[in-house]
């Protein structure tokens, strides 16, 4: 395989897709940046993977975009994405739907560009640089020497809505490429191959994972292979699944809390704990209040609850005050319902450490109390009760007590022992869903809303 590396400045391959990939990138959902104009790219690194000349060419592309900074947000260099572009002479009608456009000039003039993971064969090369071990220019392409990955299995995209992309390979592997990309170890990565090593089963440990390792700075984390848990459903679906039969889902929510429990149990073991006293609960807290003032400003109608949901952050200082301190371990960091399979044995995993892709690595790197997974659950059940057929607030409740009572009897200790530190975190979380919400899928803002009106109203000062 040739190859093409650069780390600074453009490249005439850029400079011909420049036009092509500003039109294309702001649609695909996975872009962070929408609202902001694309202004320009500057390479991070342009790998060769398939040279063009032949029937299909391949690149990856790790690309800043650059676009105007938010009003009021501080100057920032612009994202990095990850891209997989192939090139053909003409695309054939199955892959029209991957379509980017067609090159005016420069060295693919004449050729036709397009999103690359749509394609089987594209997809499989990646499969088997993972299998070789490969190095190609700055990618570095790695496998578990444990496990093996059997040539040959054939590549399709998952067509769910992401942040990131994920390509199945014959029900046997799942890669998942991750779009905005930042150096340092990324949680994805490293929270499953430490409960690997822990043998814990409830994560699926990494097969093989991609990394970029530029010419200076830190390598990047691009992408994770994994066993594909084939046949699994989602928490999510199968809640709605359940809650549209009129079935109580408290079985499930039991064998949830069970496995949370064992995931927090074997990373507490695996990777550091701290122990929070005053002066970092008081920044906890801090970040906790600096969120909702934020959300306020974002989303006006949380204005009439700000006082009462800030008396749950009030209570969690007073009780730091008084001396009170918690243990806190690396976490999941974005727990919900989707976020949990069920294998047709009825085996729960857990999946996608990546934590709030919003938030900076180095903050969802951080040791945290595993209440703060409890309270996303414990969102979620509230989610699934009030967005399908109406409110069921008895269902959730039940999933709620039930979840509780799973975690309790595998960890040893009952997170509803902890009401202070539970309704802060449900809080935080609620907050969180209403800017998401507010910015993603505005119909569902009802939802978040409405746990932000128990929650304020729980205020106990
Ligand atoms: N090991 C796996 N086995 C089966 N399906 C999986 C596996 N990992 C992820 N998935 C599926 O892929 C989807 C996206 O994975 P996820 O890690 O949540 O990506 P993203 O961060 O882009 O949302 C999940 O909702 C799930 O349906
Ligand atoms: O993309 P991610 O899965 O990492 O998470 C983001 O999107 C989620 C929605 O897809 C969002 O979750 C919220 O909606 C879920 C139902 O669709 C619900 O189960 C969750 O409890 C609720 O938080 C998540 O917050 C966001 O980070």
Redesign the pocket.
């Given at each position: 395989m040739a190859e093409t590396v650069t780390s600074s400045g453009t490249t005439p391959l850029l400079a011909s897709l420049d036009p092509l990939l500003r039109a294309w990138l702001p649609r695909q959902r996975?872009f962070a940046g929408k609202g902001r104009p694309v202004t320009g790219f500057t390479p991070v690194a342009v790998t060769e993977l398939l040279p063009p000349g032949g029937r299909l060419g391949l690149y990856h592309l790790l690309l800043r975009v650059h676009q105007p900074d938010a009003p009021g947000a501080p100057p920032h260099p612009g994202d990095c994405y990850q891209l997989l572009i192939g090139v053909r002479e003409a695309l054939p009608p199955r892959l029209a739907p991957a379509l980017i456009g067609h090159v005016e000039e420069g060295p693919l003039a004449g050729h036709t560009v397009y999103e690359a993971l749509h394609d089987p064969r594209p997809a499989e090369v990646l499969l088997e640089a993972l299998r070789t071990r490969d190095r190609i220019g700055g990618l570095c392409f790695e496998r578990d020497p444990q496990q093996e990955i059997r040539s040959g299995l054939v590549a399709r995209l998952?067509t769910?809505?992401?942040?990131?992309?994920?390509v199945?390979y014959g029900d046997t592997f799942?890669l998942?490429l991750?779009?905005r990309v930042v150096p340092g170890v990324n949680p994805?990565l490293e929270i499953p191959l430490a409960l690997a090593r822990e043998g814990c089963a409830r994560v699926?440990a990494p097969t093989g994972w991609l990394t970029a390792e530029p010419a200076a700075g830190e390598p990047y984390v691009l992408a994770v292979l994994?066993?594909?848990?084939?046949g699994?459903s989602?928490g999510w679906e199968l809640a709605l699944r359940e809650l549209a039969k009129g079935e109580d889902f408290a079985a499930e929510a039991r064998a949830l809390g069970r496995a949370t429990a064992e995931v927090h149990t074997a990373l507490a073991r695996a990777l550091p704990t701290v122990t929070l006293g005053h002066p970092q609960l008081e920044l906890l807290v801090g970040g906790m209040t600096e969120r909702l003032a934020a959300a306020v400003q974002a989303v006006p109608a949380l204005r009439p609850y700000e006082r009462g949901l800030h008396s749950a952050y009030e209570a969690l200082a007073g009780l730091a005050a008084e001396g009170r301190s918690w243990t806190a371990q690396r976490v999941h960091g974005d727990l919900h319902l989707?976020?949990c399979?069920r294998s047709p044995s009825g085996q729960w995993?857990l999946?996608?450490?990546?934590g709030e892709?919003a938030r900076p690595l180095a903050e969802r790197r951080m040791p945290q109390p595993p209440v703060r997974d409890i309270a996303g659950m414990l969102r979620s059940f509230d989610y699934a009760a009030r967005s399908a057929t109406g409110p069921h607030p008895a269902w959730a409740h039940a999933c709620r007590s039930a979840y509780c009572s799973g975690y309790a009897e595998v960890a040893g200790r009952d997170p509803r022992t902890d009401p202070v530190l539970l309704r802060a975190y449900e809080t935080d979380k609620a907050v969180y869903e209403v800017v998401y919400e507010a910015r993603h899928r505005p119909d569902w803002l009802p939802v978040p809303l409405s746990a932000i009106r128990r929650l304020a109203a729980s205020d106990q000062t």
């Open positions: 996975w998952m769910a809505e992401q942040s990131n992309s994920s199945v799942i998942k991750l779009r994805d699926p994994q066993p594909y848990v084939s699994a989602d989707g976020q399979l995993s999946i996608d450490f990546e892709p």
